[in-house]
Structure formats: structure tokens, C-alpha cells
């Protein structure tokens, strides 16, 4: 990144030279097109990690079963639904026969824990536990059909059905394709397992409920796509 903003800022210069620009005026000029490029190239890198969980590779603890710990720079593929972790460069999965293993990941201030054989994150601990599982679609980018529309293929759920060879794990999709996140809500309740891929589904688990939970949804406005919304009118529920 440093080599980037110096060659953008020499390059800038030897341009001004040839302008014979003020030496003062120069120093603005680089200034702010140095600022300008610094936040574009963040832009690119945020945009080339549309299928991860967070913008950036973080320094992460793996805590295992057994008590040992483990850090890493770590990040969730959700495209994959595998974590993944940095090593000399590389970036590569935690292998099946390890998450057996795991007991919780740590990734900034959030927690992930193994369920079914995946790594889901953990929002709220109590009397009940509400997991978000992070998955995502690809679809093809809209290509011209005249008349300045556009058209989509059908969203792709398998990246190897695209992509293989071991680029799994790079930062960046095929140029042909974008990212679409969407996820699914685990309730643990009373040693039972109760998934959700939508507000139908909750109404649903929740009948004898039914009058509080459209009360509820229709004061706070609560939408199944924020986190927050979702936690609180679980907390909701739970609590009558």
C-alpha cells in the first residue's frame, strides 16, 4: 500500500513539473490526490470482499476443546462457509477433520461456534441461543440486451460450479460474477434446533404468539435482514 501511495504521488508530481506549478500549490495538490487514492484503493479492497464476513483479514483466536489456544488472521467465506485463516500469504480453510476440535473462534468482539458441521455466530446467550448462519449467492452481473437494459443469469450457490483449481479462497471474485449475502437464524431452545430463512418462519414457530409478535413487528418496524431487529424481538418473544 505504501510503495502504491508514493509511485501515485511521484507520478503526480513529475506531471505538476511539467505544468511548473507553485511549490506550495504542489504540496495541496499531492496531498489531496493522495487522500483521494488512498480512499478509492479501500473502496476496491472492501469491494473485492463482498463474500466475507468482514471487510478485511483479522487478527483472531481459535479456542479449541481441549483449552489450548490459537491465534491467527483470520475471515468467514460465506460464498464457502468455511473459516478462513492467513498463513505466509496464503489463505486457506480449517480442514473438517479439525473443527471437531474447535470450541469457539474469536473475531473481533464476535463469537463463532460449530453447529451441524459449520461455523455459525453467536448473537445472544441465555435460557436460549440465536445463531446466524452466513451464507451467499453468486449471479452473474447484468449483461446489455439493447436499449440500455440489462439481464441476469439465476443465482449460482456453488462457487466450484464456476471456479475451481484452487481459487477458492481468493480475494476476489471472477469479474463476471457478484456477491449476494443473505443468512439464516438458528434458535437453541430447550436442546432443540429451529432454523429460519425468513419472517413467514418465525410467525410461524411463534403462533401462540401471534398477537404479540405482529404487535411487535408493526411498532418497531423490524426487518429479518438487521441483526439487531432480530435479536430484540426474539428477546421479545422469549420474555412473555
Known amino acids: 500500500m505504501e510503495l502504491l501511495i508514493f509511485w501515485h504521488a511521484y507520478c503526480l508530481r513529475k506531471e505538476m513539473d511539467t505544468l511548473n506549478v507553485k ?3 504542489l504540496i495541496c495538490c499531492i496531498l489531496i490526490s493522495s487522500l483521494t ?3 478509492s484503493y479501500a473502496q476496491a479492497q472492501n469491494k473485492e470482499l463482498t463474500h466475507y464476513v468482514f471487510p478485511e483479514f483479522t487478527q483472531g483466536v481459535i479456542l479449541m476443546k ?3 489456544k490459537d491465534e491467527a488472521s483470520l475471515n468467514y467465506n460465506s460464498l464457502t462457509e468455511e473459516m478462513i485463516f492467513e498463513d505466509k500469504g496464503r489463505k486457506m480453510a480449517i480442514a473438517m477433520y479439525e473443527i471437531g476440535y474447535i ?3 474469536f473475531i473481533k468482539d464476535r463469537k463463532f461456534i460449530v453447529l451441524n458441521g459449520k461455523f455459525v455466530e453467536l448473537l445472544y446467550h441465555s435460557k436460549w441461543d440465536l445463531y446466524l448462519e452466513h451464507k451467499c449467492k453468486l449471479s452473474e452481473k447484468g449483461k446489455p440486451t439493447g436499449y440500455g437494459s440489462t439481464s441476469k443469469t439465476t443465482s449460482i450457490t456453488s462457487y466450484s460450479s464456476i471456479h475451481s483449481g484452487g481459487t477458492t479462497y481468493e480475494l476476489k471474485l471472477p469479474d463476471k460474477y457478484e456477491a449476494k449475502p443473505y443468512s439464516y437464524y438458528w434458535l437453541k431452545k430447550n436442546g432443540e434446533l429451529y432454523s429460519f430463512e425468513n419472517m413467514r418462519d418465525l410467525k410461524k414457530f411463534y403462533k401462540d404468539k401471534e398477537d404479540l409478535f405482529k404487535a411487535y413487528v408493526k411498532k418497531q418496524g423490524v426487518k429479518f435482514d438487521n ?3 432480530v435479536i430484540q424481538l426474539f428477546e421479545h418473544l422469549e420474555s412473555e
Do not use: L
Open 23 to 25: 511549490p506550495m500549490k
Open 37 to 39: 487514492f488512498i480512499s
Open 227 to 229: 441483526q439487531e431487529n
Open 66 to 68: 481441549a483449552g489450548k
Open 103 to 105: 470450541d469457539t473462534v
